[in-house]
């Protein structure tokens, strides 16, 4: 489904007065398009991550997902942060189908479902694993998998893998890319990285400073399906060094 910001601000109260964090913003993301947003610390990005996702009334403006306006977390979007935030206690078979589960789905049929999930995620032989057995790009791995294991039709990824290491980012994600390849949901997603960005998207979004504003909406035409050799590729360069002129400027 289409995600549609229309003319969003955000201004908070705090003890010293009024902060605008965020707009105007007005931007339409395709259904079944990868959108990498990016702008310096504190202009807005979670601020607009949360208001898509229903979790922030904004002061005013917008946000729908198809025809609908979105006014409160929906099981459509799905939405991660950078805190995997997994459940200690509970098995990454059990973290992951912790949505199912609430949704009352039979075990049987979690099984079913995170049992396809688990090996497209890389986590084939750990369904049986704790948290604290895993490293920090698998946690993300199951983090991710609790996400989209609701076949969402829209994924809000807030900086998912900014704590993890280069090449465990990029290993992430090129699996992230296999799985959007076969689902295509339309994605959003926050990164500090212009090369996962231009690895992954193909529309990226850069943002002001604070009060955050698109200032420039760059298309990639980088053919797909992408493998890592494509970091390697004038246009894979050409594309990285506009963003960051673009992110100079902001
Ligand atoms: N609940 C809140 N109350 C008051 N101010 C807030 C609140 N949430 C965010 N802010 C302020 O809004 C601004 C934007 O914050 P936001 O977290 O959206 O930035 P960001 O672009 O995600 O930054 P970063 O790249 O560091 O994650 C910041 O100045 C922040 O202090
Ligand atoms: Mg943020």
């Given at each position: 489904?289409?995600?549609?910001?229309?003319?969003?601000?955000?201004?908070?109260?705090?003890?010293?007065?009024?902060?605008?964090?965020?707009?105007?913003?007005?931007?339409?993301?395709?259904?079944?398009?990868?959108?990498?947003?990016?702008?310096?610390?504190?202009?807005?990005?979670?601020t607009?991550?949360?208001?898509?996702?229903?979790?922030?009334?904004?002061?005013?403006?917008?946000?729908?997902l198809?025809?609908?306006?979105?006014?409160?977390?929906?099981?459509?979007?799905?939405?991660?942060?950078?805190?995997?935030?997994l459940?200690?206690?509970?098995t990454?078979?059990?973290?992951?189908?912790?949505?199912?589960?609430?949704?009352?789905?039979?075990?049987?049929?979690?099984?079913?479902?995170?049992?396809t999930?688990?090996?497209?995620?890389g986590?084939?032989?750990?369904?049986?694993?704790?948290?604290?057995?895993?490293?920090?790009?698998?946690?993300?791995?199951?983090?991710?998998?609790?996400?989209?294991?609701?076949s969402?039709?829209?994924?809000?990824?807030?900086?998912?893998f900014?704590?993890?290491?280069?090449?465990?980012?990029?290993?992430?994600?090129?699996?992230?890319?296999?799985?959007?390849?076969?689902?295509?949901?339309?994605?959003?997603m926050?990164?500090?990285?212009?090369?996962e960005?231009?690895?992954?998207?193909?529309?990226?979004?850069?943002?002001?400073?604070?009060?955050?504003?698109?200032?420039?909406?760059?298309?990639?035409?980088?053919p797909?399906p992408?493998?890592?050799?494509?970091?390697?590729?004038?246009?894979?360069n050409?594309l990285?060094?506009?963003?960051?002129?673009?992110?100079?400027?902001?």
């Amino acid at each position: 489904m289409a995600l549609t910001i229309d003319n969003l601000h955000m201004t908070f109260q705090t003890p010293d007065g009024k902060l605008p964090a965020l707009g105007p913003v007005s931007v339409s993301l395709a259904e079944g398009s990868f959108t990498c947003l990016l702008g310096p610390s504190g202009c807005g990005k979670s601020t607009l991550v949360r208001v898509c996702a229903g979790l922030q009334k904004p002061t005013t403006g917008r946000v729908l997902l198809g025809d609908t306006v979105i006014t409160a977390p929906s099981p459509q979007m799905g939405v991660m942060f950078q805190d995997a935030n997994l459940m200690p206690w509970r098995t990454v078979r059990d973290n992951m189908a912790l949505p199912l589960e609430l949704a009352g789905v039979t075990t049987a049929q979690r099984v079913q479902h995170t049992d396809t999930l688990l090996p497209m995620l890389g986590l084939g032989d750990f369904a049986q694993a704790y948290p604290s057995e895993l490293s920090g790009g698998m946690r993300q791995r199951v983090a991710l998998g609790r996400v989209l294991i609701q076949s969402p039709a829209v994924l809000l990824l807030d900086e998912p893998f900014g704590a993890l290491d280069a090449l465990t980012r990029e290993h992430i994600s090129l699996d992230i890319l296999r799985v959007w390849e076969a689902q295509r949901q339309t994605v959003l997603m926050v990164t500090h990285d212009i090369q996962e960005a231009v690895l992954l998207a193909d529309r990226i979004l850069v943002m002001s400073r604070r009060p955050g504003r698109i200032v420039a909406d760059i298309i990639s035409d980088l053919p797909r399906p992408r493998t890592h050799e494509i970091v390697y590729t004038p246009e894979f360069n050409a594309l990285a060094r506009q963003i960051r002129a673009a992110i100079e400027i902001a």
